[in-house]
Structure formats: C-alpha cells, structure tokens
C-alpha cells in the first residue's frame, strides 16, 4: 500500500516569477509543473506546459504588443514546430531549434510574398522558393536570408532563367 500523503502532490496554486510574472496552474514540489498560465502586468502572458518550473512542452505566447507564438517549447525557447505572428502581418509557420527559425518552413509577407523552404538561424537558408503577388518566382539556393547559388527564376508568363547569385545579386 502506498502513503496517504505526497510531499510532491501536484495541487492548483499560484507561483511568483522573479521577473514579475505570475503562475497560476499545477504545482509539483512548490514550483510549476503541468498545465498553467503566467501573466505579466504588461499584459504579455504565457499558456501552456510546464515541466520543474520552466516551459516545456505546447504553449502559447502573448505579447503585449499583439506579437504571438503558438507551439512547441524545450527549456523556454521556442523548439519544435510553432506559429508565430508579428503586429505588421508577417507569419512564420515551421520548425524552430533552440528559440530560433530552423528548418523547414514558410514566411507569409504583409505584401503578399510567401517563402517555403530551409531556415537557419532566423534567415532562409538551403533550398527554397519565393513567390510574389504579380506570380514571379524564384526556386533555388539562400544563404543568411539571400539568394545564394543555382536558382530559376520564373516570370509570371512562365518564362524561366536560370542564374547563378551570389549574396542576393545575379552573376
């Protein structure tokens, strides 16, 4: 038979972050653990899992400004595929590794482009393909956020070049 009483019982409480959020959720050895909200008085506030206090797990992110991010965290960066939508339009949806954009994914502009392809470290990086509103595209390589490599790019006729670039600039 087991005890009647867990000194790790996780209960409904409230919890104080040192940077003036506060944890109302599952507590499991007084810090937060489970599923649980932290709200800030700024207005930002976090939903989500929580694993020894720290986020873990599927969550959603508030900003105070209307920034926001939904998805997986790991150790309380962004990890895993997540959402995250900026004030002035621009929506990522894709993979993150350690807070930043890695991966396969796809950036939708406030003016109507939309890239789906490789990320790394917050900038379109690998294989990928751009499209513009008027239908031009280009499909090929980026490195730090510019085209960089073999492309094609097609015009809206479906007439298509294929260049060489380097740093953004066609050779």
């Known amino acids: 038979m087991g005890s009647c009483c867990s000194t790790n019982k996780v209960v409904k409480e409230t919890y104080d972050y040192p940077d003036g959020g506060v944890y109302q959720g599952d507590l499991e050895n007084n810090v937060p653990h489970g599923r649980g909200t932290i709200k800030w008085d700024n207005g930002s506030l976090f939903e989500g899992e929580f694993i020894e206090g720290r986020k873990n797990g599927r969550g959603l992110f508030r900003w105070n400004d ?3 991010y939904d998805g997986n ?5 962004f990890d895993g595929y997540g959402e995250y939508f900026w004030t002035d339009g621009k929506i990522y949806k ?5 807070g930043e954009m890695s991966g396969q994914g796809q950036m939708i502009y406030p003016d109507g482009r939309v890239y789906s392809g490789s990320f790394k470290a917050d900038k379109k990086d690998g294989d ?8 031009n595209k280009y499909i090929g390589g980026w490195k730090k956020g510019k085209q960089h490599g073999k492309g094609v790019t097609i015009d809206k006729k479906g007439n298509k070049s294929e260049d060489i670039w380097n740093k953004g600039k066609k050779q």
Not at 73 to 77: A, I, L, V
Not at 94 to 98: A, L, R, S, T, V
Not at 128 to 135: A, R, S, V
Request: hydrophobic letters at 25%; glycine letters at 20%; a negative charge.
């Open 66 to 68: 209307g920034q926001y």
């Open 73 to 77: 965290f790991k150790d309380e960066k």
């Open 94 to 98: 894709g993979n993150w590794i350690d």
């Open 128 to 135: 990928g393909e751009i499209t513009w509103p008027n239908g």
